[in-house]
């Protein structure tokens, strides 16, 4: 995409009750369903971009920096970061906008972020769609991430990111080479012998290796579309985007008592060569949300939103559709 597309989005700032400034992208008809984009890590609300020119014609889209992320505030504290927390950000970002309720559309961290405000926020959700994130209902005892990476062994990784003092430091000393290694395809990682895994990967930011994930930019991104997401996080930092991962224990006492169930209607797309949220880890979905459609997107990684994002933009084009059909748009201005 050329920087004269992603240039004419109208931007803007706002400042949530609790005093955190959220950065957003507000395109598409005033009128129009309003439909809330949330990125995951390591990314920006510039994830959504291929969807924003597909789908901004037609809807409004709400495309937030997450806090710690980008253009929007990065507290210090790692409370801060927690899932309610979060939902509340989005809660109060259509306070500003007057909006009484939207579909939420997640990816990544995104997706579990959007799957919470059903549950911290229910009555402001018209529907809820998940990219790749399934949806992992509260649990009812607290699993450390130590256990839960011995369950599910690809999620090591997470435990150098939940060490913010350390990960940070490590990252941020070169994002470009983070960037640059984190995304592309999966068929881009090199040969099976010469693959590093994830865990590696990461440790390695900072280092001299020389290894052709570092050097070589993915074809799923121009370099001017790498270059906008160095800049930013040249300015944000990963100390503040690496603290979600280490938030296990907070959202666990803050979800004692919440909903298991989603009722509102929910869409999980899942991308079937993701190596980290495999569509398996879905296939319990439908006991917990009783109103849900699947759909498997069959070539791609994690970054299915840009690999496939026609065939991405097909299904929330077809879904918001039909969520539309059912909302009454013109009686979504929130009475505050």
Not at 41 to 46: C, K, R, T, V, Y
Not at 107 to 117: A, E, N, P, Y
Not at 170 to 178: C, E, F, G, M
């Amino acid at each position: 995409m050329e920087p004269a597309v992603w240039e004419q989005w109208p931007h803007a700032f706002m400042e949530t009750p609790e005093g955190i400034r959220l950065h957003y992208v507000d395109v598409g008809p005033r009128d129009a369903l309003p439909v809330v984009m949330v990125h995951g890590w390591p990314d920006l609300w510039f994830g959504w971009r291929h969807q924003i020119q597909a789908l901004g014609s037609k809807y409004r889209l709400l495309v937030p920096d997450v806090r710690g992320f980008g253009q929007s505030s990065t507290p210090a504290n790692v409370e801060a970061y927690g899932a309610k927390n979060i939902s509340n950000d989005l809660a109060a970002l259509l306070d500003e906008l007057k909006i009484a309720k939207a579909v939420f559309v997640g990816h990544d961290w995104g997706g579990s972020h959007v799957w919470r405000m059903c549950l911290y926020h229910p009555e402001r959700v018209i529907a809820v769609c998940g990219v790749c994130t399934p949806y992992i209902p509260p649990s009812k005892t607290y699993i450390p991430l130590e256990v839960v990476v011995k369950k599910v062994p690809q999620f090591k990784y997470q435990q150098f990111l939940a060490n913010t003092d350390v990960s940070g430091k490590v990252l941020d000393a070169s994002p470009r080479r983070l960037l640059t290694a984190m995304f592309r395809k999966p068929s881009e990682m090199g040969l099976r012998a010469s693959r590093m895994s994830l865990p590696k990967m990461l440790m390695a930011v900072d280092s001299d290796l020389d290894h052709p994930v570092f050097t070589q930019r993915s074809t799923l991104l121009s370099e001017a579309e790498l270059d906008y997401y160095v800049k930013q996080y040249s300015i944000s930092k990963f100390a503040s985007a690496c603290q979600t991962y280490a938030t296990g224990k907070i959202d666990f006492e803050n979800e004692r008592g919440l909903s298991r169930v989603i009722k509102h209607p929910a869409l999980f797309i899942g991308a079937a060569k993701d190596a980290v949220l495999k569509p398996e880890m879905a296939r319990g979905m439908a006991k917990v949300i009783p109103n849900l459609e699947t759909r498997v997107i069959e070539d791609a990684g994690h970054w299915v939103l840009w690999e496939q994002k026609e065939e991405v933009n097909a299904i929330l084009s077809e879904w918001l559709a039909k969520i539309a059909t059912t909302a009454n748009v013109s009686n979504l201005s929130a009475k505050l």
